[in-house]
């Protein structure tokens, strides 16, 4: 039974499945959407080299398809886990997704498909259709029908057969499939605050008002607009951009008084990017702290400051307010190294939202008996001597499901809990001869 499980298919998960999967350990990689690749796949480029993020992700993501190692277990979710270290049995609930295995990922059926629903994974800023696939390089390759929107019309089904194919099925079950494993890495990742009890900031109200994953699809290639920075209010280009940070972070208030740690740096890189779109733009960061800690961040942001000619501003804006009818922006703030207020004006507003557990972790916590620190991430049995290790042994953590985290340190934890699994099944082995 030389074999792990592991619990979320974005980088860290995706880093721990090859990692065992080159040392000759058979890898269940189960993912709850219909492709893996997670939050680092809805990025346009990684900070502080700048580095197209999908050209990063995107080899490993195929590796992972062609390993005959791992295999992959998406549109799934783990529902019932009992037994101990070595001898772990899982059953895994696997969702239909009326295209079957035959599917070649063409793409006739979606063009001919009628339904458009707001793209998840474009943030809603930009449409799918009731047949698809979340983004071009998505593995698997596949296509999903989303029986809530779908009208049942059948084109799809004249589509795929008229390319000679019969992939379509809309008689599909779901399915729970039992899995015996040594080992389980969980590495489901983060979810993002939504600033609904921020009204000052106008995130509801003002189209023109984003939170900075939504930034971050809108100012990618791939994206809803090709990459145009332009106004979701009315489509014109914007010029002026306002990054806001630790909005719902470090508050007693809000319940988030912890730091994100990575927003100082993917604000420094999305305003890099609006300078490198636009030279002629102007970008304003306004910041509490600066948490510029990884080798090269400093540096990163002495560039934005004196080559990119990005301003920084020590100070949170008290509110943001529009012009009703050309949806124009004024933010208005204390910059607290004067003790000056004054306002900015602003076609984009960016909030740089704090990092928070997914809501899943309660649940899958019951499931794996493992337990959660106060702010509903996955605890550690300590975080110097033991920072992958669970309370349940035999089951690690990597990650953003234990704490707001960077890429590298994401996949260098994946690393490390691979190679804990790794050992783990060499001990049992041994014990069992």
């Known amino acids: 039974m030389n074999s792990v499980m592991v619990i979320g298919g974005g980088i860290s ?28 796949a809805q990025l346009d480029k990684t900070f502080p080299t700048l580095d197209c993020s999908i050209c990063i992700l995107g080899p490993k993501m195929v590796e992972v398809d062609q390993n005959p190692n791992i295999e992959l277990l998406t549109y799934s979710e783990v529902t019932k886990v009992d037994g101990a270290a070595g001898n772990f049995r899982v059953t895994v609930h696997r969702k239909p997704r009326y295209v079957g295995e035959s599917c070649n990922g063409c793409g006739e059926c979606a063009k001919t498909c009628p339904i458009e629903v707001p793209n998840e994974y474009d943030e809603g800023l930009g449409t799918r259709k009731a047949i698809y696939v979340p983004f071009p390089q998505a593995i698997p390759l596949r296509y999903t029908i989303d029986r809530d929107v779908c009208v049942e019309c059948y084109r799809c089904v004249e589509a795929c057969t008229g390319q000679g194919n019969d992939a379509i099925d809309f008689n599909m079950t779901a399915e729970d499939v039992e899995l015996n494993v040594s080992a389980i890495i969980v590495a489901t990742g983060m979810d993002r605050y939504i600033p609904w009890n921020l009204g000052e900031y106008g995130y509801f109200q003002y189209p023109n008002v984003l939170d900075a994953l939504e930034f971050e699809r809108l100012i990618c290639a791939s994206g809803p607009t090709g990459g145009n920075l332009v106004r979701p209010f009315d489509g014109k280009p914007a010029h002026k951009i306002v990054f806001v940070q630790c909005v719902g972070s470090r508050s007693q ?15 420094t890189k999305e305003a890099i990017l609006v300078r490198e779109h636009d030279p002629d733009s102007v970008v304003t960061i306004f910041y509490i702290d600066l948490k510029v800690f990884g080798q090269g961040f400093q540096d990163f942001v002495d560039r934005a400051r004196d080559q990119w000619g990005v301003e920084y501003i020590r100070g949170r804006p008290g509110e943001v307010r529009e012009h009703p009818y050309t949806g124009d922006l004024t933010v208005w703030y204390e910059d607290t190294d004067t003790g000056i207020v004054s306002k900015k004006e602003a076609d984009l507003v960016v909030l740089c939202t704090a990092m928070i557990a997914r809501p899943g972790n309660t649940k899958l916590a019951e499931i794996l008996g493992v337990e959660l620190d106060e702010y509903k991430f996955f605890k550690v049995k300590d975080p110097l001597s033991s920072p992958v ?25 994946a690393s490390g809990t691979a190679a804990m699994a790794a050992e783990l099944i060499e001990v049992t082995s041994k014990e069992d001869r």
């Open 13 to 40: 998960g995706i880093q721990a499945s090859l990692d065992l999967a080159d040392r000759g350990i058979k890898v269940y990689l189960v993912e709850r959407s219909t492709s893996i690749g997670g939050t680092m």
């Open 389 to 413: 290790e669970t309370n349940v042994p035999g089951i690690y953590v990597c990650g953003c499901c234990h704490g707001p985290r960077d890429i590298p340190e994401s996949v260098a934890e």
């Open 253 to 267: 208030r809000l319940g988030v008084p912890y730091c994100s740690s990575v927003c100082c740096m993917y604000a």
